[in-house]
């Protein structure tokens, strides 16, 4: 019954900045980690970004230093800040939770795409 639902995708020139939201709604639950994966045309899904609930965050090398992580506990809901975009960020952006019974949630996607 939670669903997580996420907001912020869309069309950005490169060197352009977007924030992504996903927020949980219905049932509460205490959520472990909050995380980003992202998966492109023809390519495995990959971790982009995660954060612990003691707010410890952790970077695929390839966002690292453009991309920011943080979460909102009291909302149950994470952001992804991310600046200097290129074209090879463009994919669907998937939000994930981890709860403390180490069970797993997932947003439906959002669209990302990188283009002038």
């Known amino acids: 019954q939670v669903q997580l639902v996420e907001s912020g995708g869309g069309l950005v020139q490169p060197g352009g900045s977007l924030r992504l939201s996903c927020a949980a709604s219905?049932?509460?639950?205490?959520?472990?980690?909050m995380g980003w994966y992202r998966q492109a045309p023809g390519k495995r899904r990959e971790l982009v970004a995660a954060?612990?609930?003691?707010?410890?965050?952790n970077y695929a090398d390839s966002v690292k230093g453009r991309f920011t992580i943080s979460r909102d506990n009291a909302k149950n809901t994470v952001y992804l800040q991310m600046n200097s975009l290129k074209p090879e960020d463009t994919a669907v952006y998937y939000c994930?939770?981890?709860?403390?019974?180490?069970?797993?949630?997932w947003g439906q996607g959002t669209q990302v795409t990188v283009s002038s």
């Open positions: 954060v612990t609930s003691g707010g410890s965050p």
């Open positions: 219905g049932s509460s639950f205490s959520i472990y980690i």
């Open positions: 994930h939770f981890r709860s403390e019974y180490l069970y797993d949630y």
